[in-house]
C-alpha cells in the first residue's frame, strides 16, 4: 500500500515564476493536509481539502496561493509570483476521515532564486 | 486559536538513558495529540498518539502522558539509542477541527 506521494521533491524556481507543487493521498484517504515548514522551524497549516471542496484555508495566505483536489487526479498547491520568502518544504498529508490519523508525504522543497 | 509550546528545544541524551519531552496546549477542548518524529531530509513520521479519554499509552520504548487538567503531555523515551536522534514534534487537534497545530520541536541527540 503506498504512502503520501508528493512531486516534485525538489523544485527550483526564480522570482515571479509559478510553483506546482502535486500530492497523491495513501489509497482510500479522501482527506488531504498542506503544511509548510520553513528552514529549522515546525510544521504550519495551510489548508485542508476533500475531493472538490475546500474546508479551511485559514492558514493559506491570501494572495498568491491557492489549492485543489479534483475529482480526478492529486492536489495540487499553487503559488504564483514566488518570492524568496517561500522558499521552505512544503508537506502533504492525508488522512481516512477527518479527526484520523495524518500520514505526511515525502515534501516538496521549494527553492526561489 | 490553539498555542502549543514544547520543551526543551534540545536534548542531549547518553545512550541507554531516558528522555522526556513536554507540550503544553492552550485549548482545553483539543481532543488529539500526536507525536512525530521528523530526520534530517525527511518526512515526519507519527510515533505515538493519544486521545483526550486516556490518560496514558505505551509502545515498546516510547510512551505518551496526557494531564488533560493541566493541559500538557510528555513524550517518554526509555534506553534511547543513536538512532532515536531526529527532532520530536508534538501537535495538537481540536474538537471540530481536522488542522494539526505543532509544537516548534525537539532536537534529540543520542550519543553511543
Known amino acids: 500500500n503506498a504512502g503520501v506521494m508528493q512531486n516534485p521533491r525538489h523544485l527550483v524556481r526564480r522570482r515571479g515564476q509559478e510553483a506546482r507543487l502535486r500530492c497523491s493521498p495513501m489509497?482510500?484517504?479522501?482527506?488531504v493536509y498542506w503544511y509548510r515548514q520553513l528552514p529549522e522551524e515546525g510544521l504550519k497549516f495551510m489548508v485542508y481539502?476533500?475531493?472538490?471542496?475546500?474546508?479551511?484555508e485559514s492558514g493559506m495566505p491570501k494572495e498568491r496561493f491557492s489549492a485543489e483536489f479534483p475529482k480526478e487526479g492529486p492536489s495540487i498547491l499553487r503559488i504564483q509570483q514566488v518570492v524568496r520568502g517561500d522558499s521552505a518544504a512544503y508537506f502533504c498529508a492525508s488522512s481516512p476521515a477527518s479527526q484520523e490519523t495524518q500520514y505526511f508525504g515525502p515534501g516538496t522543497r521549494l527553492t526561489v532564486l | 486559536g490553539e498555542n502549543v509550546e514544547q520543551h526543551p528545544s534540545t536534548l542531549s541524551v547518553q545512550e541507554g538513558d531516558s528522555a522526556v519531552i513536554k507540550c503544553t496546549y492552550s485549548?482545553?477542548?483539543?481532543?488529539?495529540f500526536p507525536w512525530y518524529k521528523q530526520e534530517l531530509g525527511k518526512r515526519p513520521q507519527l510515533i505515538i498518539d493519544i486521545r483526550s479519554n486516556v490518560g496514558e499509552k505505551k509502545d515498546q520504548r516510547i510512551a505518551v502522558t496526557l494531564n488533560k487538567t493541566a493541559k500538557h503531555f510528555s513524550l517518554h523515551i526509555t534506553e534511547t539509542q543513536p538512532e532515536d536522534s531526529a527532532v520530536y514534534f508534538c501537535a495538537v487537534q481540536g474538537a471540530g477541527f481536522q488542522k494539526l497545530v505543532f509544537g516548534t520541536g525537539t532536537r534529540l541527540l543520542v550519543s553511543p
Open positions: 481539502l476533500q475531493k472538490e471542496n475546500i474546508i479551511d
Open positions: 485549548d482545553s477542548a483539543s481532543n488529539y
Open positions: 489509497k482510500g484517504h479522501s482527506h
